[in-house]
Each structure stands twice: as C-alpha cells, then as structure tokens.
C-alpha cells in the first residue's frame, strides 16, 4: 500500500540533544512538507520541499533543519536550538500541483525531558 | 496573510444530533479550501474540499460550502455519530484564477467534537 512512513512514533530527548525524526513516502510526491502541531494552535508549516535537492523554510523554521536528497525521503532534525521542542510533528506530501490535497503520515510525538 | 478562524471548542453532542463547525478565512485571490479530520493518535486525513466559489464538497454525509461573500466555509452534518469524534482542521492553499493550487496550506487551530451516545 501507498503512504507516507514517519519514525519514530515516539521519542523522547535530553536538553542538548539533536534528534531526527524520519519522512519517507511512496506515493511518487513531488512534494514534502513538515509541520509542527501543538494543542489549541493547529498546524504550523516548518520546512516544505517542492523538488529533490530544494527546500523552503516554513514559518517557524528557527532550531529545525531538513534535507531532500532524495525524492522519497524528507528527515527532519530537530536542533538543540530549538527553545520548546515538545510536540507532535506532522509530516505530508503532496498529491499533484493543482488541487492543494496534502497527504500526512501518522506523525511522531517529541518529548524533551 | 493568510488566514483561518475556526470556532473554539471542544464541542460536544449527543448521537444524531446536528453538526455546525464554523470556518472562516483571510486571502486573496482563489483560495482552495479544505476540512481535515484527525482521529486519536493519527495523522490528518481529507476529509473534502472545494475550489471555487459556490462549491459543495461532501462526504460520509459531512459537506461545506464555499462562501466567498462571507469568506466562510463552515462544516455540516445532519446526524453525527460517536465515530466522528475527532478534531476537524479548516484549511486553505492559495491558488490562482485557473484553480491551480502552490498547496502551503494554512490550518485554522482546530475544533475537538465528543459525540455521546
């Protein structure tokens, strides 16, 4: 079956530590997006990619970095710069240019102890 | 920028009973909008959309409206069942006159519905 993979699903960090939360799709999306959700806010956009090789940030991309090296694949490191790194993080793609659907896995769950 | 306004919550309700969630937005231009439903533990799935005004879009007896003199997009349904407890997102991606659609989404906070027995 088709989908999106995030891993872990759950994970639990030190202060000072780096982590990278792991994106792979095989939905042959061009398209990768990350986001950050934490109750009462919604969705917030932290990096996105539209082509291998290429990535925007989103608007809270301060302490986070990404990478696309590949097409499937869209890890998302979470830096000991971020100051409030607990959360749950939402990886999507995205089906074809023209109709805006995202297509999200099931997430992974962030706790910095 | 862009924008989404949905109505606080939670929201609770008795089985059967009817479902408005309100949704309404900031944009220029075309925006696509969408509904998005998060089960416990779980990613978000569409749950419908619609791209122009006047639009309907549908779904396991869910629908909305594009309403663009109202900037509004608000969620329906007739006779809600325990199994559509979850917490439903309005979202917009920007697009152009042709519908063609950059697919950033901005999400509203979301709305947490409880359906009782």
């Known amino acids: 079956d088709g989908g999106i993979t995030q891993s872990p699903k759950y994970l639990f960090r030190k202060e000072g530590q780096n982590v990278t939360l792991s994106c792979e799709q095989n939905?042959?999306?061009?398209?990768m997006y990350w986001y950050r959700q934490d109750p009462g806010q919604g969705l917030r956009l932290i990096y996105y990619?539209?082509?291998?090789?290429?990535?925007q940030k989103g608007d809270i991309a301060e302490g986070y970095s990404v990478s696309r090296e590949k097409k499937e694949s869209f890890p998302l490191t979470v830096t000991s710069a971020q100051k409030n790194p607990t959360a749950f993080y939402l990886c999507?793609?995205?089906?074809?240019?023209?109709?805006?659907?995202?297509?999200f896995g099931e997430g992974s769950r962030l706790t910095v102890l | 920028g862009n924008s989404v306004t949905q109505m606080e919550g939670p929201v609770t309700l008795s089985e059967e009973a009817f479902l408005t969630i309100n949704c309404t937005y900031t944009?220029?231009?075309?925006?696509?909008l969408f509904w998005y439903v998060q089960y416990p533990g779980e990613g978000l799935q569409l749950l419908l959309k619609?791209?122009?005004?006047?639009d309907k879009g549908s779904n396991k007896g869910f629908e909305a409206t594009y309403r663009k003199e109202t900037t509004s997009f608000h969620l329906e349904k007739g006779s809600v069942q325990v199994s559509d407890s979850a917490v439903y997102f309005c979202?917009?991606?920007?697009?152009?006159?042709?519908?063609?659609?950059?697919?950033?989404?901005?999400f509203g906070q979301g709305t947490i519905l409880t359906v009782h027995p």
């Open positions: 999507a793609s995205r089906l074809a240019p023209n109709t805006g659907e995202l297509f």
């Open positions: 939905l042959n999306h061009d398209a």
């Open positions: 990619s539209q082509i291998v090789n290429d990535f």
């Open positions: 944009a220029t231009g075309y925006p696509s």
């Open positions: 619609a791209t122009k005004a006047d």
């Open positions: 979202a917009l991606a920007p697009s152009n006159a042709g519908g063609t659609s950059y697919g950033k989404l901005t």
